[in-house]
């Protein structure tokens, strides 16, 4: 039998690392399956060259969205085409619900026999559920994160496989004294972490408030370390629109010390997303932000998003604040600070917080197996492996 072939489709960041990692538990699995994608640095770094450039594709927002359209469907057009012309037994299209769906669905239009399989799938339980229909038409096997989601899908026949929270599965604990002994920083001194984003949207609209968040508590102690770390994809764009930041702040861009910085801060102030579990896997107290564009925002709030939350450490326990919360309005440099300096000037106030994170933690566990062996497992036999 040849080795089965297999294209990946990551178009962000946080689906790139998940790619990445799901590729390397297939290739533990199986040495001679055949791996070729569409992706960015992850993918990169296994020897994966990237046909396009995923930096357009990392848009948020309605109005953003239709603005970027155009390139999203000429893109979808290229994507289509180069895995077409691969010829793979089976291809993965990561996260990111609306480019994928259209790479699904002129793959499946030139190619029916090519096995599509969806990696993290649509939040149907928080809004729109009536893209459950629109993929199990699309698509054979979904690979999601939780068990909620499954039962949107079982009037439709997808095939459905629980992966649990990838996050969950990055055992790999930061070493926070490293992180601090290579940049300098006191082993007492008290590490506040800003994780700005990853997409370009969010450097422009919500790292502007984090940062000044971040100056208040610098400005309030000047002992206070900042760390602002964002995303390698993003970090030009963060350098050009904050070019002063390096003079009050220690900065740092590099992925292999992502899990360091985490470990090393006392609290982060986080842009929501997939950051803010790995955050929690690190132990480290967290205030979230949010904004996006106001057409965007009224259309959800008022008829599409189900939910009172957006961290999804709140929305499994049960809708709770656990971990706070500034968005679109409350999304303002002085409120988030206020409550970061509560905490920061309260060393039981962070412990409290460290332990309410890990319980709500607990409730997003899907056994003992990590999500990226479980999908590599379901895709080998979507492939015929």
């Given at each position: 039998?040849?080795?089965?072939?297999?294209?990946?489709?990551?178009?962000?960041?946080?689906?790139?690392?998940?790619?990445?990692?799901?590729?390397?538990?297939?290739?533990?699995?199986?040495?001679?399956?055949?791996?070729?994608?569409?992706?960015?640095?992850?993918?990169?770094?296994?020897?994966?060259?990237?046909?396009?450039?995923?930096?357009?594709?990392?848009?948020?927002?309605?109005?953003?969205?239709?603005?970027?359209?155009?390139?999203?469907?000429?893109?979808?057009?290229?994507?289509?085409?180069?895995?077409?012309?691969?010829?793979?037994?089976?291809?993965?299209?990561?996260?990111?619900?609306?480019?994928?769906?259209?790479?699904?669905?002129?793959?499946?239009?030139?190619a029916p026999h090519i096995?599509?399989?969806?990696?993290?799938?649509?939040?149907?339980?928080?809004?729109?559920?009536?893209?459950?229909?629109?993929?199990?038409?699309?698509?054979?096997?979904?690979?999601?994160?939780?068990?909620?989601?499954?039962?949107?899908?079982?009037?439709?026949?997808?095939?459905?496989?629980?992966?649990?929270?990838?996050?969950?599965?990055?055992?790999?604990?930061?070493?926070?004294?490293?992180?601090?002994?290579?940049?300098?920083?006191?082993?007492?001194?008290?590490?506040?972490?800003?994780?700005?984003?990853?997409?370009?949207?969010?450097?422009?609209?919500?790292?502007?408030a984090l940062v000044e968040?971040?100056?208040?508590?610098?400005?309030?102690?000047?002992?206070?370390?900042?760390?602002?770390?964002?995303?390698?994809?993003?970090?030009?764009?963060?350098?050009?629109?904050?070019?002063?930041?390096?003079?009050?702040?220690?900065?740092?861009?590099?992925?292999?010390?992502?899990?360091?910085?985490?470990?090393?801060?006392?609290?982060?102030?986080?842009?929501?997303?997939?950051?803010?579990?790995?955050?929690?896997?690190?132990?480290?107290?967290?205030?979230?932000?949010?904004?996006?564009?106001?057409?965007?925002?009224?259309?959800?709030?008022?008829?599409?998003?189900?939910?009172?939350?957006?961290?999804?450490?709140?929305?499994?326990?049960?809708?709770?604040?656990?971990?706070?919360?500034?968005?679109?309005?409350?999304?303002?440099?002085?409120?988030?600070?206020?409550?970061?300096?509560?905490?920061?000037?309260?060393?039981?106030?962070?412990?409290?917080?460290?332990?309410?994170?890990?319980?709500?933690?607990?409730?997003?566990?899907?056994?003992?197996?990590?999500?990226?062996?479980?999908?590599?497992?379901?895709?080998?036999?979507?492939?015929?492996?």
């Amino acid at each position: 039998m040849t080795a089965p072939r297999l294209y990946f489709v990551a178009a962000e960041s946080s689906g790139d690392l998940l790619a990445r990692e799901v590729i390397e538990a297939i290739r533990t699995r199986q040495p001679d399956v055949y791996v070729s994608g569409i992706g960015g640095a992850e993918m990169a770094s296994l020897g994966i060259v990237s046909p396009l450039d995923i930096a357009p594709l990392s848009v948020l927002g309605l109005l953003e969205g239709l603005k970027a359209y155009g390139t999203v469907v000429k893109l979808a057009d290229v994507a289509a085409d180069a895995i077409v012309a691969d010829a793979p037994d089976a291809v993965i299209l990561v996260d990111s619900w609306g480019f994928m769906l259209r790479v699904a669905q002129r793959v499946r239009a030139r190619a029916p026999h090519i096995k599509l399989v969806k990696l993290i799938g649509p939040q149907v339980w928080a809004t729109r559920a009536g893209r459950a229909k629109t993929l199990a038409a699309t698509v054979d096997h979904l690979l999601c994160m939780h068990e909620i989601e499954a039962p949107y899908y079982e009037p439709f026949g997808l095939k459905t496989t629980v992966i649990g929270n990838p996050a969950l599965s990055r055992h790999q604990w930061g070493n926070g004294e490293a992180f601090r002994a290579a940049h300098g920083i006191r082993a007492d001194a008290q590490v506040v972490l800003v994780l700005p984003g990853s997409r370009s949207s969010e450097i422009k609209r919500v790292a502007p408030a984090l940062v000044e968040a971040a100056r208040i508590l610098k400005d309030s102690d000047p002992e206070r370390t900042i760390v602002m770390a964002p995303a390698a994809s993003v970090a030009a764009q963060f350098a050009e629109a904050f070019p002063d930041v390096t003079e009050w702040a220690t900065v740092s861009s590099n992925p292999a010390e992502r899990y360091d910085a985490m470990a090393a801060a006392d609290l982060s102030l986080a842009c929501s997303g997939t950051v803010t579990s790995e955050l929690a896997m690190q132990g480290t107290p967290m205030i979230v932000a949010y904004k996006t564009g106001w057409v965007t925002w009224s259309l959800a709030r008022g008829f599409l998003y189900k939910r009172r939350h957006i961290t999804l450490l709140n929305i499994v326990s049960d809708d709770e604040e656990i971990v706070p919360e500034f968005v679109q309005t409350q999304q303002k440099p002085e409120l988030i600070a206020s409550q970061a300096l509560q905490w920061l000037t309260n060393p039981e106030a962070l412990a409290e917080q460290r332990a309410e994170q890990q319980i709500a933690l607990s409730r997003m566990k899907e056994g003992d197996r990590d999500a990226a062996e479980i999908a590599a497992e379901v895709i080998l036999e979507e492939a015929g492996a």
